[in-house]
């Protein structure tokens, strides 16, 4: 089964002057969503995202997400070649499940199951 990336995430300290930003250079509308600020870029095409600030470091970052079908299948077998659990499956209630995993070179990389 392929695993399309299938988001996208920009952390930030300020989400509203993130989106005023983003908004101004590229035309992306956002809207608040729970803690974070849900991106639309207005196109079909492509894939969506949001900004969020977590509160503590990282604050600046970019990450993409991996749909799959199990997180910590997937995070075993990233361990397994050599990567790293940064963050361990999260729960979103009503939406599914989040892990953050560092490749070999530190690279970070989201994983996503849909509820």
């Keep these: ?29 956002a809207a608040p969503m729970g803690p974070a600020m849900m991106i639309n870029t207005g196109s079909a095409e492509g894939i969506q995202g949001h900004f969020t600030a977590l509160g503590h470091e990282p604050f600046r970052y970019t990450i993409f997400y991996v749909n799959v079908d199990d997180i910590d299948a997937y995070l075993a077998k990233s361990e397994s070649l050599g990567g790293k659990t940064m963050v361990p499956k999260v729960d979103i209630p009503g ?7 560092n490749d070999p070179e530190g690279n970070t990389i989201g994983l996503w199951k849909s509820a």
Excluded: R
């Excluded at 089964?1 to 590229?26: R, W």
């Excluded at 939406?95 to 995993?101: H, K, N």
């Design 1 to 29: 089964m392929p695993n399309p990336v299938m988001h996208f995430e920009i952390g930030c300290k300020d989400t509203a002057q993130a989106a005023e930003f983003y908004g101004s250079l590229f035309g992306w509308g």
């Design 95 to 101: 939406y599914g499940s989040f892990a953050w995993l």
